[in-house]
């Protein structure tokens, strides 16, 4: 077995899990409050383009509407999407206490 080749089919969107960490089973407790910043999504600068989905490690973006939409209660504030969106429509804001 070789694990680290993948088959290379194509796919669609439709066939990518919605919130892929439920899909998962993985995420079941919410963030214990260590999060220090949290990203806050530009709905007017959004165009729907999936990157930040994509690349969110924890499964936690999902597009509804056409824009992208956080799961706060499982997001762990890594910055990763912000990083990645390229129209800058996500900005990390500080946890407020
Ligand atoms: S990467 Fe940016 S523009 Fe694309 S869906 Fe995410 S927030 Fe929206
Ligand atoms: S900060 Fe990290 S965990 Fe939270 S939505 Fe962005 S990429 Fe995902």
Redesign the pocket.
């Known amino acids: 077995m070789r694990p680290y080749l993948r088959e290379k089919t194509s796919f669609g969107f439709a066939d990518v899990p919605e919130a892929t960490c439920y899909e998962a089973g993985y995420l079941v407790t919410k963030n214990a409050g260590w999060r220090s910043i949290r990203?806050v999504i530009d709905a007017q600068r959004c165009v729907g383009c999936y990157q930040?989905y994509l690349?969110?490690?924890?499964g936690?973006?999902r597009i509804e509407d056409g824009k992208a939409v956080?799961d706060l209660d499982f997001?762990?504030?890594?910055?990763?999407?912000?990083k990645t969106c390229r129209i800058g429509a996500i900005e990390m804001e500080a946890e407020r206490k």
């Open positions: 990203p930040c690349y969110c490690p924890d936690v973006i956080v997001c762990k504030g890594c910055g990763i999407c912000q």
